[in-house]
């Protein structure tokens, strides 16, 4: 990679309303003093940098400080938004790669350049700050009006007002009865009444009904506590304050449902259930799935004689990779894995501190 490189992007539309618009981009910035330039060119339909690829490889580099110059001809064409133009801005100052706009006079090289990028910065803090400003004078609104927005399993909005969701939904292939999604949720609400554990509800309704509606038993603990289903408006409900207006649409639990289900969690956290602290092993948290790239678990095995990392998933059978991974074989392979690296590690250490005593006749 050469250590001065020019960036070019270009959309569709700026390709159809002139052709050579790429190539004009490719030659001033090649004038400039580019040795190596990275292109893209938009569908017109998304504008964001995660979509662009080789911006995302630009950044990299920047990163990795294996950059001395970067040339655009216009700073829109890093980004058009001024609050995420001020975060590029700040990595090039942080990685100590220079950036040069043909267009903006912007070279941060030179003092004038710094002084104009600084005042890029202040007026994309302004933006950023009006914005955040607008977005919550429109949400205090939006609550003011007691106004629906995203709707649990179970509802539907319309005219920002919870409905209960009475549509069919699905279809049994055996019995061919039919299902709404307020009937899944009585269903779901009922039997864990009955069965008082997360997942096994879980389990059974995918046994039941042949899909997954929630992938884990806090997604699942989520939603069966949400105030929503006893008919009340909720705002920040994962605040430890959360904003309720009380009965404000039809309910699908009964308040003494819910005193029920509350019941059954605190006595579940006491003796094991949901909630329970167990002890954590050298790899918890870090073994993910081969098949859905999710978290595993540990599992008993032979009468807890052995353990098992499964995935998370397949215990409520929203994967199909049931098989188990003994905890002392990842273990050991992750011992042998890491004594190698680490050999590697010593010996490249070793051989920088032979190049430096010895000379270059060690490389």
């Known amino acids: ?52 690829t080789e911006f995302q490889r630009l950044m990299k580099l920047v990163e990795q400080q294996r950059l001395e110059k970067v040339i655009v001809t216009r700073l829109d064409r890093l980004s058009r938004s001024l609050p995420t133009l001020r975060r590029i801005l700040d990595t090039f100052q942080e990685s100590e790669v220079v950036l040069v706009a043909l267009d903006n006079a912007v070279d941060m090289s030179t003092a004038a350049g710094k002084f104009h990028l600084n005042m890029l910065g202040a007026l994309a803090e302004m933006e950023s700050d009006h914005l955040s400003e607008r977005i919550r004078h429109g949400h205090a609104h939006f609550r003011k009006q007691k106004k629906a927005c995203h709707a649990p399993f179970g509802y539907v909005v319309e005219g920002f007002k919870l409905l209960v969701d009475r549509t069919k939904f699905i279809c049994l292939i055996e019995t061919q009865a039919e299902f709404s999604k307020a009937d899944l949720s009585r269903w779901l609400i009922d039997t864990y009444i009955s069965v008082q554990s997360l997942g096994g509800t879980i389990r059974k309704f995918n046994e039941v009904y042949g899909f997954p509606v929630f992938y884990s038993s806090s997604a699942f603990r989520r939603w069966i506590m949400s105030p929503i289903l006893r008919g009340h408006l909720v705002y920040h409900p994962k605040s430890t304050n959360p904003e309720i207006h009380h009965n404000e649409h039809e309910p699908i639990m009964m308040e003494s449902e819910h005193q029920d289900i509350k019941q059954i969690m605190e006595f579940n956290s006491k003796v094991g259930g949901f909630g329970y602290s167990r002890g954590r092993y050298a790899l918890t948290g870090l073994v993910k799935c081969d098949c859905c790239s999710k978290g595993c678990v540990v599992a008993n095995g032979a009468g807890g004689k052995y353990k098992y990392f499964l995935c998370a998933r397949s215990r409520t059978k929203a994967c199909e990779c049931f098989k188990g991974v003994r905890m002392e074989v990842l273990e050991k392979a992750v011992i042998e894995a ?10 490249h250490c070793a051989l920088n501190f032979a190049r430096r005593v010895w000379g270059t006749r060690w490389s």
Do not use: H, P, T
């Not at 580019?34 to 662009?52: F, H, K, N, T, Y």
């Not at 890491?338 to 010996?347: E, G, T």
């Open 1 to 52: 990679m050469s250590s001065i490189v020019g960036y070019c992007r270009v959309s569709n539309r700026e390709q159809s309303d002139n052709s050579s618009a790429l190539e004009q981009q490719i030659a001033r910035v090649r004038e400039a003093g580019a040795e190596e330039v990275l292109i893209d060119v938009e569908s017109g339909r998304s504008s964001r940098e995660d979509d662009r």
């Open 338 to 347: 890491s004594s190698f690296m680490l050999l590697s590690l010593k010996a």
